[in-house]
């Protein structure tokens, strides 16, 4: 491995040092001691099992719509519209959940995530055509799309499914076969970090050693290579962008199946835009993007603990909450110096490399 592909490797490394660097700013700047800080982020996260269970708990959907976004990005494509994604997946979920009643939990359970995926694979496809038939940015079209999901379930949990006499928009429970089960008692951990894990390892063995990661990558890296070696290209990338939306949909299907066991109106905190971060220090490696995901996870249960313990601002939490996103790369090197996007202020005229491996 020479010099110039381990930087790339370890990109995410120094991007992930670079953010807890910038996150004492927020913190010093509220007039608490970094170090005591990061120390509460530490055992708010990791120190015992509740902390940890929620930690896997706020990861779960982060890695479902990481991966998707990587999917994508192997691709050559941007899904910024992951947030929406979440969104339908958790209504298709929370649809089946209620509406559907005597299946056993063997049944119900992959029903409802299969119309979550499909869901997710569905809102993802309309910008996928666009972007094939019209030319259209992908990353204008999924994300003017997150709005309308957002509002779509907003409208649906405060109104048609709306629990009667409920105080805050939020759906009746769903059926009690249609939940994700526990798997630490007496927390909120459920699996569907299971399911996301098996398909994060799915995920490396498709685009490490099979013909299919090889036809994704060869049309995201040099489409018109790819099309002269037979490569259905235009299918190749609308396939891509559904598969990524349905991996979203299974980050909401998680949610509401797993943690809240209704539908709520805003369930999302910004999970969908977290994973761009996710995805993108990942470098769209799945294994790695399981890292990634797991440290956005213990960011955001460790905070919620620093900020109870020592009294820290709500307002600092969540500037200190977005420090990686200022850390991530912006853009990735061409071979000449000049930058795929972002940065010295010029285009390649050709396709630059992205900084995961190719081949």
């Given at each position: 491995?020479?010099?110039r592909?381990?930087?790339?490797?370890?990109?995410?490394?120094?991007?992930?040092?670079?953010?807890?660097?910038?996150?004492?700013?927020?913190?010093?700047?509220?007039?608490?001691?970094?170090?005591?800080?990061?120390?509460?982020?530490?055992?708010?996260?990791?120190?015992?099992?509740y902390?940890?269970?929620?930690?896997l708990?706020?990861?779960?959907?982060?890695?479902?719509?990481?991966?998707?976004?990587?999917?994508?990005?192997?691709?050559?494509?941007?899904?910024?519209?992951?947030?929406?994604?979440?969104?339908?997946?958790?209504?298709?979920?929370?649809?089946?959940?209620?509406?559907?009643?005597?299946l056993?939990s063997?049944?119900?359970?992959?029903l409802?995530?299969?119309?979550?995926?499909?869901a997710?694979?569905?809102?993802?496809?309309?910008?996928?055509?666009?972007?094939?038939?019209?030319?259209?940015?992908?990353?204008i079209?999924?994300?003017?799309?997150n709005?309308?999901a957002?509002?779509?379930?907003?409208?649906?949990?405060?109104?048609?499914?709306?629990?009667?006499?409920?105080?805050?928009?939020?759906?009746?429970?769903?059926?009690?076969?249609?939940?994700?089960?526990?798997?630490?008692?007496?927390?909120?951990?459920?699996?569907?970090?299971?399911?996301?894990?098996?398909?994060?390892?799915f995920?490396?063995?498709?685009?490490?050693?099979?013909?299919?990661?090889?036809?994704?990558?060869?049309?995201?890296?040099?489409?018109?290579?790819?099309?002269?070696?037979?490569?259905?290209?235009?299918?190749?990338?609308?396939?891509a962008?559904?598969?990524?939306?349905?991996?979203a949909?299974?980050?909401?299907a998680?949610?509401?199946?797993?943690?809240?066991?209704?539908?709520?109106?805003a369930?999302?905190?910004?999970?969908?835009?977290?994973?761009?971060i996710?995805?993108?220090?990942?470098?769209?490696?799945?294994?790695?993007?399981?890292?990634?995901?797991?440290?956005f996870?213990?960011?955001?249960?460790?905070?919620?603990?620093m900020?109870?313990?020592?009294?820290?601002?709500?307002?600092?939490?969540?500037?200190?909450?977005g420090?990686?996103?200022c850390s991530?790369?912006?853009?990735?090197?061409?071979?000449?110096?000049?930058?795929?996007?972002?940065?010295?202020?010029?285009?390649?005229?050709?396709?630059?490399?992205?900084?995961?491996?190719?081949?």
């Amino acid at each position: 491995m020479n010099g110039r592909a381990l930087a790339g490797r370890l990109l995410p490394v120094w991007a992930v040092l670079v953010a807890l660097l910038l996150g004492m700013v927020p913190v010093g700047l509220a007039g608490v001691n970094p170090a005591a800080a990061y120390e509460e982020i530490l055992r708010g996260a990791l120190a015992d099992v509740y902390g940890f269970a929620t930690t896997l708990v706020k990861t779960t959907p982060l890695l479902f719509a990481g991966l998707g976004i990587a999917v994508a990005l192997r691709a050559g494509l941007v899904n910024i519209g992951a947030e929406g994604q979440i969104y339908m997946g958790g209504l298709a979920a929370a649809v089946v959940g209620l509406s559907v009643h005597g299946l056993p939990s063997v049944v119900h359970v992959p029903l409802a995530l299969l119309a979550a995926g499909a869901a997710g694979g569905v809102w993802a496809l309309v910008p996928a055509l666009l972007k094939v038939g019209r030319g259209v940015s992908e990353v204008i079209t999924t994300l003017l799309m997150n709005y309308v999901a957002i509002y779509l379930v907003s409208f649906l949990a405060g109104g048609p499914l709306m629990e009667p006499g409920a105080p805050y928009p939020y759906s009746r429970p769903l059926d009690a076969a249609a939940q994700l089960p526990v798997i630490i008692p007496a927390t909120d951990a459920h699996a569907g970090i299971l399911l996301a894990l098996a398909l994060a390892g799915f995920l490396h063995l498709i685009f490490g050693y099979t013909a299919v990661g090889f036809r994704v990558r060869m049309a995201g890296a040099n489409p018109a290579a790819a099309a002269y070696a037979g490569v259905r290209v235009h299918a190749t990338l609308v396939a891509a962008m559904v598969a990524s939306g349905a991996l979203a949909g299974l980050g909401g299907a998680s949610e509401v199946m797993g943690l809240k066991h209704r539908l709520f109106d805003a369930f999302s905190p910004g999970y969908g835009y977290d994973a761009i971060i996710v995805a993108f220090l990942g470098a769209g490696q799945p294994l790695a993007v399981v890292a990634t995901a797991f440290f956005f996870g213990a960011l955001r249960s460790g905070a919620d603990t620093m900020q109870r313990s020592l009294g820290f601002p709500s307002r600092s939490s969540s500037r200190f909450r977005g420090s990686p996103c200022c850390s991530s790369p912006p853009a990735w090197p061409c071979r000449d110096g000049s930058s795929a996007g972002r940065g010295d202020g010029r285009r390649s005229p050709r396709r630059c490399r992205p900084p995961w491996p190719q081949g």
